[in-house]
């Protein structure tokens, strides 16, 4: 039998450690003290050990919640139903919460999928790229007449959920050792906003009317736009002094890196 090359034996051995194809295994030695298989299984189990490491560091109060033996048990299946997709495992673990929505071992405690939606969404705001904040003289030096056709980066740190269980208050009985409360299901969801300002993680809860109008901001309505979305419930008259105020508490919070040209 000719000797595989390189690029065939490395993809046999990722195989192998991915779904237990034995193709990898005959051109593996053993030794007096370990057998070809033995060898193998090593990598295999410590492919394993690393991404429930991963997923325990990025889902820490999940993790605790749970308990070891618990969360050990939930990271295997999601192990075997997603592999990992990225350069670095600071990224795995993207489907945890819609994993436990699934999963009929954990669909009837839903507070397990919102705890791991928001540990995630926190992990996304504190590591996402840097850029500058929007500055109140960046916002003025524009002309009252160029107001209404102004639209908005948001910063790459923002992030927004909602939720239809009390995960942020589990979540901070947990980080703070504190008794946890029981689950209690939230009617409509309650809207959050979570973002880093100097380093620091922040986060709030919304109304409803701040949270669709920052999703219209996110999604590229206007200052105009948004002054016509709060005319529906506020009137015309008052609509632009709401919009105002809202612009300039996210101007203020550092939700808003820019001003978008055009």
């Given at each position: 039998?000719?000797?595989?090359?390189?690029?065939?034996?490395?993809?046999?051995?990722?195989?192998?450690?991915?779904?237990?194809?034995?193709?990898?295994?005959?051109?593996?030695?053993?030794?007096?003290?370990?057998?070809?298989?033995?060898?193998?299984?090593?990598?295999?189990?410590?492919?394993?050990?690393?991404?429930?490491?991963?997923?325990?560091?990025?889902?820490?109060?999940?993790?605790r919640l749970l308990g070891d033996e618990e969360f050990r048990l939930l990271a295997g299946r999601?192990?075997?139903?997603?592999?990992?997709?990225?350069?670095?495992?600071?990224?795995?673990?993207?489907?945890?919460?819609?994993?436990?929505?699934?999963?009929?071992?954990?669909?009837?405690?839903?507070?397990?999928?919102?705890?791991?939606?928001?540990?995630?969404?926190?992990?996304?705001?504190?590591?996402?790229?840097?850029?500058?904040?929007?500055?109140?003289?960046?916002?003025?030096?524009?002309?009252?007449?160029?107001?209404?056709?102004?639209?908005?980066?948001?910063?790459?740190?923002?992030?927004?959920?909602?939720?239809?269980?009390?995960?942020?208050?589990?979540?901070?009985?947990?980080?703070?050792?504190?008794?946890?409360?029981?689950?209690?299901?939230?009617?409509?969801?309650?809207?959050?906003?979570?973002?880093?300002?100097?380093?620091?993680?922040?986060?709030?809860?919304?109304?409803?009317?701040?949270?669709?109008?920052?999703?219209?901001?996110?999604?590229?309505?206007?200052?105009?736009?948004?002054?016509?979305?709060?005319?529906?419930?506020?009137?015309?008259?008052?609509?632009?002094?709401?919009?105002?105020?809202?612009?300039?508490?996210?101007?203020?919070?550092?939700?808003?890196?820019?001003?978008?040209?055009?």
């Amino acid at each position: 039998m000719n000797d595989p090359s390189l690029s065939v034996l490395q993809q046999a051995l990722q195989q192998f450690i991915l779904r237990g194809a034995s193709d990898v295994g005959e051109y593996v030695n053993g030794s007096a003290r370990a057998s070809g298989g033995a060898r193998l299984a090593v990598y295999a189990n410590a492919y394993r050990t690393r991404l429930a490491e991963a997923l325990e560091s990025n889902f820490p109060m999940l993790a605790r919640l749970l308990g070891d033996e618990e969360f050990r048990l939930l990271a295997g299946r999601y192990i075997e139903q997603h592999e990992s997709s990225h350069r670095s495992v600071r990224w795995y673990g993207d489907r945890l919460a819609s994993c436990l929505a699934a999963d009929s071992r954990y669909r009837d405690a839903a507070l397990l999928s919102d705890l791991a939606a928001w540990e995630w969404a926190m992990a996304e705001a504190f590591d996402a790229a840097d850029a500058p904040c929007l500055s109140r003289g960046e916002l003025t030096s524009h002309a009252p007449d160029e107001w209404a056709d102004l639209r908005f980066r948001l910063h790459p740190a923002v992030r927004r959920l909602d939720l239809a269980w009390n995960a942020p208050q589990t979540w901070r009985a947990l980080q703070d050792n504190s008794a946890t409360p029981g689950p209690e299901c939230v009617s409509p969801r309650q809207c959050w906003l979570l973002w880093r300002k100097d380093l620091q993680l922040l986060f709030r809860p919304l109304d409803s009317l701040e949270a669709v109008a920052l999703d219209g901001l996110a999604a590229g309505n206007s200052f105009g736009e948004l002054c016509g979305q709060l005319a529906e419930r506020f009137g015309e008259a008052e609509a632009a002094s709401r919009a105002a105020q809202l612009l300039n508490v996210w101007v203020e919070g550092g939700l808003i890196s820019s001003i978008v040209a055009g």
